[in-house]
């Protein structure tokens, strides 16, 4: 068996590499072919499996929709001081604000753990040029 990581040969039988250690029975992340806003709420270890860039992606469109609600949130608070709102709808957009914003920080954090920084910007440049990187 090849080792992913030193390109070793091992014995057939080896679950350790003997050059690098390596377990060589882990699998690593490949890329999905969709990501989902729905991806968002898997729980952290199926987070780690996810491909690097699979994560940027959804950490984009985490932050487009925490950005949504906040708008959202702050547009029913205004109209509930002019108007009757109902009081569970304001409740609604601020819960779905604070599950946003806590997926945002387990997959921020994922991805500071993988790249050793969190992009500030999520946009098709660094998409392009991350998804470039990938082909070489």
């Known amino acids: 068996m090849k080792c992913k990581y030193c390109e070793t040969e091992n014995h057939s039988n080896a679950t ?4 690098c250690k390596a377990e060589l ?8 072919t969709i990501v989902v806003l ?6 952290v270890p199926e987070l ?18 925490r950005t949504k609600v906040y708008n959202y949130m ?4 205004k109209a509930a001081e002019q108007t009757s709102i109902d009081p569970e709808t304001i409740k609604y957009y601020q819960d779905e604000y604070v599950n946003f914003s806590t997926r945002s920080k387990i ?4 991805l500071t753990e ?3 920084y969190l992009p500030k910007r999520i946009d098709n ?3 392009v040029r991350y998804e470039e990187k990938l082909a070489k």
């Open 38 to 43: 729905e991806d968002c709420q898997k729980n």
């Open 25 to 32: 029975n882990t699998k690593l992340p490949e890329l999905q």
């Open 107 to 110: 997959i921020g954090n994922i």
């Open 114 to 116: 993988r790249l050793g």
């Open 16 to 19: 350790v590499c003997q050059c």
């Open 74 to 77: 702050r547009m029913s608070k």
């Open 125 to 127: 440049l660094l998409l």
């Open 48 to 65: 780690l499996v996810m491909h690097t860039y699979d994560l940027l992606q959804l950490l984009r469109l985490v932050r487009e929709e």
